[in-house]
């Protein structure tokens, strides 16, 4: 019996131990499709608020901000994103590489700005295509013109080449901790501004810009997984737009008949707090409270009309002046009281005489 109990406590211990530690490798940090860690509008969105291209690296490498969470060397650390351009004829085109080690690099964007013979400028955010797939493409439409247009068609411009590295960062820059997936889409919503628009498209702009670019790119990553390719990632989709809209959606059909049916939608009498039955201003319905309570006069009691007795022989007099008018004077002190009189005081003969013997004792005595 002993033996037997023996074996059931051991077997129960390992069971627990087992299915503990499946747990801790069931949360992974960041998701195994790395296109879910940088959001390409978010990168657009700050692209067009920087003043230019050493401001637009500084912003997407902003520990505060902590816009990236690419982790490509896996050694649980954001990954550092440095800029770096080259200009061809009236194209721009500015690349966003994620530096994973001593020389080695992974390109993981480009930004195609090109103006045309009408000084019309159009701009592209590309993802690329081992990390996103083929023809993954944001046209950004701002707002208000970039200031950072104003640097790339001025005279003696100098393409923008990052000096950053792999071990050598600015001052500001620390690493930061990779985000669960679904937690980093949360926080990426915060950067991207509204008020810009964000058009899909699957055509591009600078074809032939980025084909003489295209032989110069680095691929660091995609040399030491090469089975790690978009295509391979997600089998039967074309680029990350079809793999979003074959995704759920979080139910969100069976969220929105809920949010109808709550009470704060409703006319219910849970909506109304007493406090705004109470005020007569809040309150729509007027026959709660068909009388406020401010709107009668004050009744005067009784005891404030009787004229006390000290009053009464002058009632012209008005005991309570009006605000305004000088103060009368009462009558009792216009009366003259007996104290007052030329009346002599009549003097008690007895008390005289009782009077008189003290003082003739007090003189002889003397």
Same mark, same amino acid.
């Given at each position: 019996?002993?033996?037997?109990?023996?074996?059931?406590?051991?077997?129960?211990?390992? &069971?627990?131990? &087992?299915?503990?530690?499946?747990?801790?490798?069931? #949360?992974?940090?960041?998701?195994?499709?790395?296109?879910?860690?940088?959001? @390409?509008?978010?990168?657009?969105?700050?692209?067009?608020?920087?003043?230019? @291209?050493?401001?637009?690296?500084?912003?997407?490498?902003?520990?505060?901000?902590?816009?990236?969470?690419?982790?490509?060397?896996?050694?649980?650390?954001?990954?550092?994103?440095?800029?770096?351009? /080259?200009?061809?004829?009236?194209? *721009? @085109?500015?690349?966003?590489?994620?530096?994973?080690?001593?020389?080695?690099?992974?390109? #993981?964007?480009?930004?195609?700005?090109?103006?045309?013979?009408?000084?019309?400028? %159009?701009?592209? #955010? #590309?993802?690329?295509?081992?990390?996103?797939?083929?023809?993954?493409?944001?046209?950004?439409?701002?707002?208000? =013109?970039?200031?950072?247009?104003?640097?790339?068609?001025?005279?003696?411009?100098?393409?923008?080449? /990052?000096?950053?590295?792999?071990?050598?960062?600015?001052?500001?820059?620390?690493?930061?901790?990779?985000?669960?997936?679904?937690?980093?889409?949360? *926080?990426?919503? @915060?950067?991207?501004?509204?008020? *810009?628009?964000?058009?899909?498209?699957?055509?591009?702009?600078?074809?032939?810009?980025?084909?003489?670019?295209?032989?110069?790119?680095?691929?660091?990553?995609?040399?030491?997984?090469?089975? $790690?390719?978009? %295509?391979?990632?997600?089998?039967?989709?074309?680029?990350?737009?079809?793999?979003?809209?074959?995704?759920?959606?979080?139910?969100?059909?069976?969220?929105?008949?809920?949010?109808e049916t709550t009470p704060r939608n409703t006319n219910s009498p849970r909506e109304?707090?007493?406090?705004?039955?109470?005020?007569? $201003?809040?309150?729509?319905?007027?026959?709660?409270?068909?009388?406020? $309570?401010? !709107?009668?006069? =004050?009744?005067?009691?009784?005891?404030?009309?009787?004229?006390?007795?000290?009053?009464?022989?002058?009632?012209?007099?008005?005991?309570?002046?009006?605000?305004?008018?000088?103060?009368?004077?009462?009558?009792?002190? %216009?009366?003259?009281?007996?104290?007052?009189?030329?009346?002599?005081?009549?003097?008690?003969?007895?008390? !005289?005489?009782?009077?008189?013997?003290?003082?003739?004792?007090?003189?002889? =005595?003397?």
């Amino acid at each position: 019996m002993k033996a037997n109990l023996i074996f059931a406590t051991v077997l129960g211990i390992f &069971s627990f131990n &087992s299915i503990s530690a499946q747990d801790r490798t069931i #949360v992974n940090a960041t998701s195994s499709e790395v296109s879910d860690n940088l959001d @390409l509008r978010a990168v657009a969105s700050i692209f067009g608020d920087a003043l230019n @291209l050493e401001d637009f690296e500084n912003k997407i490498n902003d520990p505060k901000s902590q816009i990236s969470n690419l982790d490509l060397n896996n050694d649980n650390q954001v990954d550092y994103l440095r800029v770096i351009e /080259s200009v061809e004829n009236n194209v *721009h @085109l500015v690349v966003v590489q994620s530096v994973i080690g001593d020389e080695v690099y992974q390109d #993981v964007a480009t930004i195609e700005v090109e103006k045309d013979t009408n000084n019309n400028i %159009q701009i592209q #955010v #590309v993802g690329d295509v081992y990390m996103y797939g083929t023809n993954y493409i944001y046209e950004p439409v701002y707002v208000t =013109r970039p200031v950072i247009y104003n640097y790339f068609w001025s005279t003696n411009y100098v393409p923008y080449y /990052s000096i950053w590295r792999w071990r050598h960062y600015p001052v500001f820059y620390s690493y930061w901790t990779p985000f669960p997936v679904f937690k980093y889409r949360n *926080h990426i919503g @915060l950067f991207i501004n509204s008020n *810009h628009h964000y058009n899909y498209v699957t055509t591009r702009r600078c074809q032939v810009a980025y084909n003489n670019y295209y032989g110069r790119r680095s691929n660091g990553y995609e040399i030491n997984y090469p089975n $790690r390719s978009f %295509q391979t990632r997600n089998v039967g989709y074309t680029n990350r737009a079809e793999l979003e809209q074959s995704r759920p959606q979080r139910n969100l059909e069976n969220r929105t008949p809920r949010l109808e049916t709550t009470p704060r939608n409703t006319n219910s009498p849970r909506e109304i707090s007493p406090r705004n039955n109470s005020n007569p $201003r809040n309150n729509s319905q007027s026959e709660q409270n068909p009388t406020p $309570r401010n !709107v009668e006069p =004050r009744k005067v009691e009784p005891r404030n009309q009787t004229v006390s007795p000290r009053n009464n022989s002058q009632p012209e007099l008005n005991p309570t002046p009006r605000k305004g008018e000088p103060r009368k004077v009462e009558p009792r002190n %216009q009366t003259v009281t007996p104290r007052q009189s030329n009346t002599p005081r009549s003097v008690n003969p007895t008390k !005289v005489e009782q009077s008189t013997p003290n003082r003739t004792r007090s003189t002889t =005595r003397n």
